[in-house]
C-alpha cells in the first residue's frame, strides 16, 4: 500500500496538482478541454493532418487525468464527481464515437477506442449500466466489425479485454452488450447479436499479442453462455466452434513433419535456430489446447460443451489427427515426430471429457460407421488404413530404439494422467466397472496372511547383499502415486471409498459400482454369500484377463528385457510400474499374485514374479560366463545411480537425451556387456519398484501393520 500510495501521488505530481485543487477548478479545466477537442474535431484545417499534431490526443489524456484526481478527491466511493456528472449527462463519450466516425483527422478513431478503454478500466462499475457508457461502447464495437480497416483492431481488442474483466466481475452487464441485428423492429423472432464476441473470434487463432488477447477473452464470454440463453443460442448459430477447433487443426498442421534431428540430417549450423523455431510452434499449439480446456471448464452450457468435444472429435482427431498418424515410417523421423506431438496433447489434456475422446481416438479397436477409414477417404482411394491403436501397438516392436522408448512413454502417461479412459480401452478383457481405490478389498479374498506372503516373496528376489538397498524412498514415491491416482481419481467425480467393495456390476447381481453392495454393513464389509461368490468371479475374471493379448505383449516384452536397450527397458518398467498402482484389483492380482491362476499356456500372461525369476537365471548364467560380473556390476551401479541429474523435466529434454544416446552404428564398437549390465541396474530398481508398491498398496488395507 505504501508503495501504491508514493506511485499514486507521483502521478498526481506529474498531472500538476501538487496542491489539492478545488472540484470547480477541475470542472473549469474539463469544460475548456472538451471545447478544444469540440473545435478541432470539427475544424476542416485540423481533418488535413494526423491526429498526432493536433491537441486531441493530449486533451483526452487531461480527460482521463482529471476524472483520476476527482476519484481521488472524493471521500465516498460511491459519490459521483460534477467532472463525471456532466461526461454522463452530456453524453460526451457518445459524441466522441460519433465524432471519430470517419476517422477525420486520420488516427481519430484510434484515439477514442484507446480513451474508451481507459475509461473501462478506470470507472466504477456502476457507471457502465448507464446508457450514456454502454450504448457508445457498443457503436465502436459494431462499427469496427463492419470496418475492413484492420488499425484499429488491436486497440480493439485492449478495449474488449477491459470491458470483458468488468463483465467477468458482474455477469449482469452482459445483455447490455448485446444488440438486435433487425433495425426498428421487436418482433418475436427478432434474433439478438453479440458484436463483441463476434470481433474476438476473428482473433482466437491469431499469432502475437492480438490472438493472445482474444484468448483470454473468450473464455471469460463462454463461461456467461447459460444453457438456453441468447449467448448460447448466438455461439452455436455462429459456428464460432468450428471455428475455434479449425484453429487447432491449422496449428497442427503448420507442425513440421519431421522435427529437427529426428532424421539426424540437420547440421549442427542450422540445428539451434531450426529448434527454437520448432519450440515456439510447438508451443504455440499446445497454449492453443489448453485455450480450448479453458472454453471447456468455463462453459456451463452443455450444448456449447458437447459441441466442442464433439468437433474437436470429428476434426481434429479423426481427420487431422489420423491422418498424420497413417502417414509415418519409423526410418525418417516422421514417427518419432507423431509420438512426440501425441506426447504433447497427452502432457496438456486434463478435461475429462476430452481425455475421455483423445484416449478413444488413440485406443479404440471396434469400427464405427464413421471410422478413420471412412473419413480419410480410405475406401475411395482402395488404400488400407489402420486403426491408430493398431498403429501405436505396433510401435512397441519397432526396429527404432527411439520410437520403441517414445511409445512407451506415451502409454506411461496415457496410464498415469488418463487412468479412467485408457485401461479399459487398453486392456480389453478388463471387467467393466471394476474401478476401485482400496485396493486390497476382503471381498477378493486377499487377506493379511496372503499379502505379508506377497511380500516376502518379492523381497526374496532383491539384489544378494541389498537387504539394506534403501526402501524408504522408494516406499516414499509409492505413497506419492498411489495419492495421485486418488486425487485424479477425485478430481472426476468417481466415489472411490464406496467403489472399494463393489465389483461390476455384471458379476454381483444388485450391486451398482459406485454406491456398493445393498445388503453391506455401514462397515462396507461385504456378507460371506457375496465374498464366496465374489471370489469365484473375481478368479474367472483374473483367468481372463491375463489372455489379453495387450497385457501378454508387455509380459513378453518384459521377458525379453536383456534383448532391449536401457533407455526402452526404463521406458518399459515406468508403463509396468503403472499396472501395479492403477485402480483395478483385478489387473493387480494378474501381474503381482499369478499363482491362483496359473496357466502356461503361451497366449496368457505370467506374473510379474515368474518373470523376474527368469531374468534371474539369465543373470546367473552371464555371472558365471564374467568374471569380473560383480566388480563391474557395482561399478555400474555406481555410474548410473549416484551421478546425479541435471536434465529438465520436459518432453523436449527427453527428446534431445534419447537422441544423444543414440547407440553407435558400428555394433563392433558397441559394448553388449555393458549394457547388459545396465539392465541388471534397470531390473534391480524395477523389483524395488514393484516391492514398494506392494507394501504401500497393502497398506491402504492394514494401515495398523508395520512392514520392513
Known amino acids: 500500500m505504501d508503495f501504491f500510495s508514493t506511485r499514486f501521488n507521483k502521478r498526481l505530481s506529474s498531472l500538476g496538482f501538487h496542491t489539492k485543487p478545488n472540484p470547480q477548478q477541475l470542472l473549469t479545466k474539463f469544460k475548456n478541454i472538451w471545447e478544444t477537442v469540440l473545435y478541432e474535431s470539427k475544424s476542416e484545417e485540423a481533418w488535413k493532418r494526423p491526429i498526432d499534431k493536433t491537441s486531441i490526443p493530449g486533451c483526452l489524456k487531461s480527460l482521463i487525468d482529471i476524472f483520476v484526481k476527482e476519484q481521488a478527491l472524493s471521500s465516498d466511493s460511491k459519490e459521483t464527481g460534477a467532472c463525471i456528472e456532466l461526461f454522463l449527462n452530456d453524453e460526451i463519450l457518445d459524441h466522441l464515437v460519433t465524432l471519430s466516425a470517419n476517422d477525420l483527422p486520420p488516427g481519430y478513431r484510434g484515439e477514442v477506442i484507446k480513451f474508451t478503454s481507459n475509461l473501462i478500466g478506470l470507472i466504477d462499475m456502476r457507471f457502465l449500466f448507464s446508457h450514456c457508457i454502454h450504448r457508445p461502447i457498443v457503436k465502436l464495437i459494431n462499427h469496427c466489425i463492419k470496418s475492413k480497416d484492420i488499425k484499429f483492431h488491436e486497440a480493439m481488442l485492449e478495449l474488449e479485454v477491459n470491458l470483458c474483466t468488468k463483465i467477468d466481475s458482474s455477469p449482469e452487464l452482459l445483455p447490455l452488450f448485446f444488440d438486435v441485428s433487425q433495425s426498428g423492429t421487436v418482433e418475436p423472432e427478432t434474433k439478438r447479436a453479440f458484436g463483441m464476441l463476434e470481433h474476438i473470434m476473428k482473433f482466437v487463432h491469431s499469432d502475437g499479442a492480438n490472438g493472445d488477447r482474444a484468448r483470454t477473452v473468450c473464455p471469460i464470454l463462454f463461461a456467461l453462455a447459460q444453457n438456453g440463453d441468447d449467448l448460447e443460442t448466438f455461439i452455436l448459430e455462429k459456428n464460432f466452434v468450428i471455428q475455434i477447433i479449425a484453429g487447432l487443426s491449422g496449428l497442427y498442421a503448420q507442425l513440421p513433419p519431421v522435427m529437427p534431428d529426428a532424421d539426424g540430417s540437420l547440421d549442427s549450423e542450422h540445428s539451434p535456430a531450426a529448434r527454437r523455431l520448432f519450440i515456439t510452434d510447438v508451443r504455440a499449439f499446445v497454449d492453443y489446447v489448453g485455450f480450448v480446456q479453458a472454453l471447456l471448464e468455463r462453459c456451463p452450457s452443455k450444448r456449447v460443451t458437447q459441441d466442442i468435444i464433439e468437433k474437436t472429435r470429428s476434426i481434429f482427431f479423426k481427420t487431422v489427427l489420423s491422418a498424420s498418424v497413417n502417414g509415418v515410417s519409423d526410418f525418417d523421423g516422421t514417427a518419432l515426430t507423431m509420438l512426440f506431438y501425441i506426447q504433447q496433447l497427452a502432457d496438456t489434456i486434463t478435461d475429462p471429457r476430452l481425455s475421455a475422446i483423445f484416449v478413444q481416438f488413440l485406443l479404440k479397436s471396434d469400427d464405427d460407421e464413421d471410422d478413420t477409414a471412412s473419413q480419410a477417404g480410405g475406401s475411395r482411394s482402395g488404400e488400407m488404413r489402420l486403426a491408430v491403436r493398431d498403429i501405436l501397438i505396433s510401435k512397441l516392436n519397432s526396429l527404432s530404439e527411439h520410437v520403441v522408448t517414445a511409445t512407451l512413454q506415451l502409454f506411461y502417461t496415457l496410464m498415469r494422467d488418463h487412468t479412467h479412459a485408457t485401461f479399459p480401452m487398453l486392456f480389453e478383457k478388463l471387467p467393466n466397472g471394476q474401478l476401485s481405490f482400496d485396493t486390497l478389498g476382503l471381498d477378493n479374498d486377499i487377506d493379511v496372511q496372503r499379502h505379508l506372503q506377497l511380500v516376502a516373496r518379492y523381497f526374496a528376489l532383491l539384489p544378494r547383499g541389498n537387504a539394506d538397498s534403501g526402501l524408504d524412498s522408494y516406499i516414499r514415491d509409492a505413497e506419492l502415486n498411489f495419492a495421485a491416482v486418488k486425487s485424479r481419481a477425485s478430481s472426476i467425480d468417481i466415489d472411490g471409498i464406496s467403489m472399494t467393495r463393489a465389483s461390476s456390476s455384471d458379476s454381483m447381481p444388485g450391486v451398482v459400482p459406485g454406491n456398493g453392495s445393498p445388503n453391506a454393513s455401514q462397515s462396507g464389509a461385504v456378507p460371506s454369500s457375496r465374498a464366496n461368490q465374489s471370489k469365484e468371479t473375481f478368479r474367472e475374471q483374473a483367468i481372463r484377463l491375463r489372455s489379453d493379448p495387450t497385457l501378454h505383449k508387455l509380459m513378453s516384452k518384459f521377458r525379453n528385457l536383456f534383448s532391449h536397450s536401457m533407455l526402452i527397458n526404463i521406458a518399459m518398467t515406468g508403463v509396468l510400474q503403472q499396472l501395479v498402482i492403477a485402480p483395478y484389483p483385478v489387473l493387480y492380482a494378474c501381474v503381482i499374485d499369478g499363482d491362483e491362476t496359473l496357466e502356461d499356456a503361451e497366449t496368457r500372461a505370467p506374473s510379474f514374479y515368474h518373470v523376474i525369476i527368469h531374468l534371474l537365471e539369465e543373470i546367473d548364467e552371464r555371472r558365471a560366463s564374467m568374471p569380473d560380473f560383480d566388480a563391474r556390476l557395482t561399478s555400474c551401479k555406481q555410474a548410473l545411480l549416484h551421478k546425479g541429474s541435471g536434465a529438465q523435466n520436459d518432453e523436449w529434454a527427453r527428446h534431445e537425451e534419447r537422441l544423444r544416446a543414440r547407440p553407435a552404428m558400428n555394433m ?41
Open 668 to 708: 563392433d564398437e558397441f559394448d553388449m556387456d555393458a549394457e547388459f549390465l545396465r539392465n541388471v541396474v534397470v531390473l534391480e530398481e524395477f523389483i524395488k519398484e514393484l516391492l514398494a508398491a506392494i507394501v504401500t498398496r497393502g497398506s491402504v488395507e492394514y494401515d495398523h501393520m508395520a512392514y520392513l
